[in-house]
Nanobody, 121 residues
Framework: QVQLVESGGGLVQSGGSLRLSCVAS????????MAWYRQAPGKQRELVAR???????NYADSVKGRFTIARDNAKNTVYLQMDSLKPEDTAVYYC???????????????WGQGTLVTVSS
């Protein structure tokens, strides 16, 4: 059906930057919301940022001013530019999308497999 594949994670020093990418592939009509979540060890998964198809965005308070979410609808891709990274940003980052499989269908939620971001102090 639909696959979300993340890339761009890795190890970075505190204050550094990383850019995550997530590409959606498969058979579908359109994608509504695209978002990034993260889950740190021993913690619940939390929303980092999300963007609607029309372009509006929301951010968690903890990343406002440091992270930027953007999407390329033509490429079915969402990006997360992460600047001024802190050790507390260390987590597995997951791509999430609400996908319409058909023109009259309700959106279904899909998740990527996750990409690890480690920020060293």
């Amino acid at each position: 059906q639909v696959q979300l594949v993340e890339s761009g994670g890795g190890l970075v020093q505190s204050g550094g930057s990383l850019r995550l990418s997530c590409v959606a592939s498969g058979s579908f009509f359109s994608i509504d919301v695209m978002a990034w979540y993260r889950q740190a060890p021993g913690k619940q998964r939390e929303l980092v940022a999300r963007t609607l198809k029309i372009g509006s965005t929301n951010y968690a308070d903890s990343v406002k001013g440091r992270f930027t979410i953007a999407r390329d609808n033509a490429k079915n891709t969402v990006y997360l530019q992460m600047d001024s990274l802190k050790p507390e940003d260390t987590a597995v980052y997951y791509c999430n999308a609400d996908v319409l499989l058909g023109v009259l269908s309700r959106p279904l939620e899909f998740w990527g497999q996750g990409t690890l971001v480690t920020v060293s102090s």
